[in-house]
């Protein structure tokens, strides 16, 4: 048994069907401390380096999951949540439930409140959990800057950046 992080994404339907308490309630049974949260507006540019997994693997369903997280076909938000503790993946994953969810356990996330669109073909699951250590980090690093984890989870470096960015006025 080892401390794991996790990314859960609350998505577009999960959203715009107001699921969010009800999932973070339901997450809630993990015991897991939520280390890092927030709401994104997804751009392609995110939602491709997210599913570049499933570009290769799926190419046929790539373009509609990429505007089903960009909130396409709902809102165009998601809630990124950072997990934290032991066996996280296992645990967020047995409760999130099968990707399909037509194939997932009823008790579970996805069996509770995804479907199958049949006008896209989308698995709209409400939520996504990473399934390994690797894409954890992976996903963890697309979705949010050291700073607004409130964990030491990866190395981090200090640099200098000179981009124009948005500040309160």
Request: proline share 4%; charged share 30%; aromatic share 8%.
């Amino acid at each position: 048994m080892t401390n794991q992080s996790c990314l859960i994404l609350i998505k577009p339907d999960g959203l715009v069907k107001s699921l969010t308490g009800n999932i973070i309630s339901t997450l809630s049974e993990t015991k897991l401390k939520i280390i890092g949260a927030k709401v994104v507006s997804v751009k392609k540019e995110l939602a491709e380096q997210h599913y570049a997994e499933l570009k290769a693997k799926k190419p046929h369903i790539f373009e509609s999951t990429l505007k089903y997280i960009m909130g396409e076909f709902h809102t165009p938000r998601v809630m990124a949540l950072v997990y934290y503790g032991e066996d996280a993946i296992q645990k967020i994953r047995e409760i999130a439930g099968k990707t399909n969810p037509e194939d997932a356990d009823p008790i579970t996330i996805r069996g509770k409140y995804g479907r199958i669109n049949s006008k896209t073909g989308v698995f709209e699951n409400c939520v996504h959990a990473s399934d390994s250590e690797e894409n954890a980090e992976r996903e963890i690093k697309l979705w949010f800057k050291p700073e607004e984890i409130v964990e030491n989870l990866y190395p981090t470096k200090k640099s200098k950046k000179t981009e124009e960015v948005l500040d309160w006025a």
